[in-house]
């Protein structure tokens, strides 16, 4: 179904405020804290992707889901979680470096089937699957690196552990969708 509240600058700041709170509890506790959020809007299901980046941009972890069962103050919370301890890519992050870290949230629109020559950058995420090869970019990355759309496709096939090309296999399935994205500032 995906999420389509365009969330003002106050449920930004809440969600943000929620993911850097949940980390902080959970260095602590080992435990999500309770609580509901003050807006209604944030217990609506959504998917949703947290991302953490070094004081100097560098990526130190980024996990989501594209689930809309869970209420999206949830979803942040786990996620955010995630992104600090879980990312194969990277070692856990420590409760030293978390004040130097930002959080960037994106909360996802539905996933549309769609084909390679449609595929937006600056506007899409991609969400590759072939048999059980699946790879996730976010909107935002094409954009960060410079990518045009073949280069965006390709990347997202490597991420899903497959050949760059093919996401011109009939085999493979394309689908994207839209994030609207924040962060610390």
């Known amino acids: 179904m995906g999420y389509d509240h365009e969330l003002d600058e106050g449920e930004r700041t809440e969600l943000l405020r929620i993911a850097r709170s949940t980390i902080i509890e959970h260095f602590q506790t ?9 807006r209604k809007t944030l217990l ?15 990526l130190r972890g980024c996990i989501g889901t594209f689930s809309d069962e869970t209420p999206l103050y949830r979803s942040v919370q786990e996620m955010a979680v995630a992104a600090a301890t879980r990312d194969p890519r990277f070692p856990p992050v420590t409760e030293d470096e978390l004040e130097s870290l ?12 769609t084909k390679a020559e449609d595929v937006e950058v600056g506007r899409h995420g991609i969400y590759i699957t072939r048999g059980f090869s699946r790879g996730v970019l976010l909107p935002q990355v094409a ?7 073949e280069t965006f496709l390709e990347q997202t096939c490597v991420k899903a552990g497959l050949p760059p090309n ?10 994207v969708f839209t994030a609207q994205v924040f962060s610390e500032s």
């Open 30 to 38: 080992g435990m999500i804290p309770p609580g509901k959020p003050h």
């Open 44 to 58: 609506e299901g959504a998917g949703v992707f947290v991302t953490l980046h070094t004081s100097t941009g560098d």
């Open 102 to 113: 930002t959080i960037e949230i994106s909360v996802l629109s539905s996933l549309t089937p």
């Open 143 to 149: 954009v960060e690196q410079g990518w045009d759309r």
């Open 166 to 175: 093919a996401y011109k296999s009939a085999q493979t399935t394309i689908e």
